[in-house]
């Protein structure tokens, strides 16, 4: 396909790669836009979003379309999102938009008009969750509390709750450090990159990570010695001693603090969900229904130390020192 990596690597790249100061993944790239010049070049999530979910392998449209969103500070994720929304709305005859799947006509003009909030634009302005309320197709709207999903399918991620919790604190801990998200798995050893995933050793591993989710969890607690490269970072930048335990006691109290956010600004337990379609349409081989969401929310509460409204009790809020 036009708008992989690999492609955009060998025939639509310019330049060098560049990064931010030291940072060794280099995950800068810059390409030509008519009229434009050299300028940054789309990520994934904007070649996924702008490109694939358009039915559309232009890479040279889809980097025109990225520059725009860029040069008008919109996100390319929500943006194409809203942009297939309304293409099936025009397929199923719920919208007169001229956008169609698989033709970039009328893309760069939405684009602009959306930005100044023109014409139908106004309407793709406000995502998919409004356009759904306003002009129906809520059983496709790809949403999440009203935020546009990136590009992953969550039905083939099926691990323990446990693994979530443990992902969301080291997240949040990172985040609060104002370091890349991405160079926590940047520094992976090659040898792992480069598993096949039809072996047996890449099966192994996975199913073992799948079925620890207790044990890392309390593994992960235990505050020690620093052991990956962000831990010692920040011990050697406060001269206190961070291990991966603290760094999760930091992050679990950031996430309950923004979880108590969203139920002050009235969020409950019934947003916690994912679009109808990933809930009740499998889209991989062998899968006969969606996402078991249901299963896993009851325990991923549990683990968080949530009631069964997703509400944090007063017990964690306790040990997590968070008088509210």
Not at 257 to 263: A, D, I, P, V
Request: charged share 25%; proline share 5%.
């Amino acid at each position: 396909m036009t708008i992989s990596g690999e492609w955009m690597e060998d025939n639509g790249l310019v330049g060098v790669k560049s990064s931010c100061l030291h940072c060794p993944v280099t995950c800068g790239r810059d390409v030509e836009v008519e009229g434009k010049g050299r300028v940054k070049g789309p990520e994934y999530e904007t070649l996924a979003l702008m490109g694939s979910n358009l039915e559309i392998g232009d890479l040279k449209k889809v980097s025109e379309w990225n520059y725009h969103a860029d040069d008008m500070g919109m996100d390319t994720i929500s943006l194409g999102a809203s942009l297939s929304f309304a293409m099936e709305l025009h397929e199923r005859g719920m919208l007169d938009v001229p956008l169609d799947f698989g033709d970039p006509a009328g893309v760069t003009e939405m684009i602009l008009d959306i930005a100044h909030r023109r014409g139908l634009g106004d309407d793709l302005a406000d995502g998919t969750r409004r356009m759904s309320e306003k002009h129906g197709g809520h059983d496709f709207a790809m949403h999440v509390k009203g935020l546009e999903l990136s590009a992953y399918d969550p039905q083939n991620l099926k691990l323990k709750a446990d693994i979530p919790v443990l992902q969301q604190n080291l997240a949040c801990a990172i985040n609060s450090m104002v370091l890349c998200i991405f160079t926590t798995y940047g520094m992976i050893p090659n040898a792992v990159h480069n598993m096949d995933p039809s072996s047996f050793t890449y099966k192994a591993i996975s199913k073992a990570l799948e079925n620890s989710g207790p044990l890392m969890r309390k593994a992960m607690a235990i505050k020690g010695k620093p052991m990956l490269w962000f831990e010692k970072w920040l011990t050697y930048i406060t001269g206190t001693t961070f291990s991966g335990g603290h760094l999760q006691e930091i992050g679990e109290r950031i996430f309950n603090l923004e979880r108590l956010y969203n139920l002050r600004e009235g969020l409950s337990a019934a947003d916690d969900t994912l679009p109808p379609r990933i809930l009740n349409e499998p889209t991989f081989p062998g899968m006969t229904s969606g996402h078991p969401l249901d299963q896993l929310l009851p325990r991923y509460y549990k683990n968080r130390g949530w009631d069964a409204n997703g509400v944090p009790t007063a017990k964690t809020l306790d040990r997590l020192q968070l008088h509210v």
